[in-house]
Structures are given as structure tokens and as C-alpha cells.
């Protein structure tokens, strides 16, 4: 059975340090960041199964993460760890987007069976996908090629079948340029001015015949990127 991955996302060396050793000797795969600005990095490139999240952080602060990372990815579970006890501030990590939270100093028994009943009742998320029907096509993404009603074919190469992949796995979402580069290219798309992805899209709308002036399968977003449609027209 494959490992449940979990961010940690915690500044004290010593709480993280626990939780990382408790959790890694409950066989989950754990990645860590020690602030704001590195968890939110993290947070929205890395894939992973639960984000545990504390609310004060140098940096970005978890609030701020929690909602970065709920408008990139709303069915990500997330729990706050955190010294506030405020009603307010449980109030308004829930209403964010976060399944539960755990006021410190906790026991690493409690948070364990939290993390436990956070990821049974998480809907199940695809890890990988081998193939998607779309408008007159199958993706073979085991095969990596386009499969047409009229028996055509089209062979796509390594990095087609990414991106498709990915946009695969996350329909009804529109996928921005920089999730693209960040999770497909795995670059930093900080400052980066480049036209890859808007010329692999252009190639691979030619190899899934798709209308570049009024495509069907790989629709644009305005201001928000693209997306892949259904054979619904989703």
C-alpha cells in the first residue's frame, strides 16, 4: 500500500522534530518546512495526502497559506497546529478551509488519531490516472497517445502527456501557467518570462485536433490558465 504523505509546515525545531519522528514511525512519508515562505512553496508544488499547518510563522503567516492553498487545491485537508486557543481564531481557520485543528501543547497520540480520522473521511484523490475521455478522444496516458472515434491516433511525447496528466487530474480547475512550470517543468516560475507552456499547448491542441480559435478539449481561461473538458463539455 503506498504511503500517505504528509507536509509539515512548523517553525519550532523541537515540535517539528516530534512530530516528523511520531509520524515516521507510523510510516507516513513526511516533508518539512521550518516557515512561512517555505511551506507555502511547498504547499502548492509538492504533492502530499494532509498539510499540517501552524498558524504563527516567520514569513508567510498560516492563515495566509491556508488560503493560498485552498483556492489552488480545495479538497487538500489541512489541520492547524497551533499555541492559539482563541475561539475566534479556530473559528476562522475552520470557515478558511482547515478539517480540524490542535491546540499546543498537544499529545502526539491526540494528533495521530486526528490525522487518522482527517484522512478517512478526505475523499479519495487519484495519485495518477491512466487514461481521461474527452471530446471525440481517449487520452492513453499508459500508452501516451490520443485515441479518436474514427480509430486516428496520435502519439504524445513525455511532456505532452504531463501536462495533460495534470490538467487531467485536476478538472474543474483552471491550471495557471506557473502551476504548469512549478509542477510539470518542477522550475521556480518566479520571474521567469517564457512562452513553453502557451507552445505546448498551441502543439498539443494541433495532435488532439483541437480548434486553436475555439478549442473544445483544451479550453483557456481568461486570466487564470487552462483547462481540460469532459466529454460532458465540463
Known sequence: MTKKKILVVEDDDAIRGGVVDALTFQQYEVIEAANGDDGLDMAVKFDYDLLLLDLVLPGKGGFDILKEVKEMRPAAPVI????????DDRVHGLKLGADDY????FSIKELLARIE????RSPERPTDIREFKTTDCVIDFARSEVRFEDGGRAELSEREAEILRHLAMNTGRAISRDEI???VWRVDPKGLATRTIDMHIARLREKLRDDPAGPRIILTVRGKGYMLATDEGE
Do not use: H, M
Open 80 to 87: 492547524i497546529l497551533t499555541a492559539r486557543g482563541e475561539e
Open 102 to 105: 490542535v491546540v499546543k501543547p
Open 117 to 120: 480520522a482527517v484522512l478517512r
Open 181 to 183: 512550470l512549478s509542477r
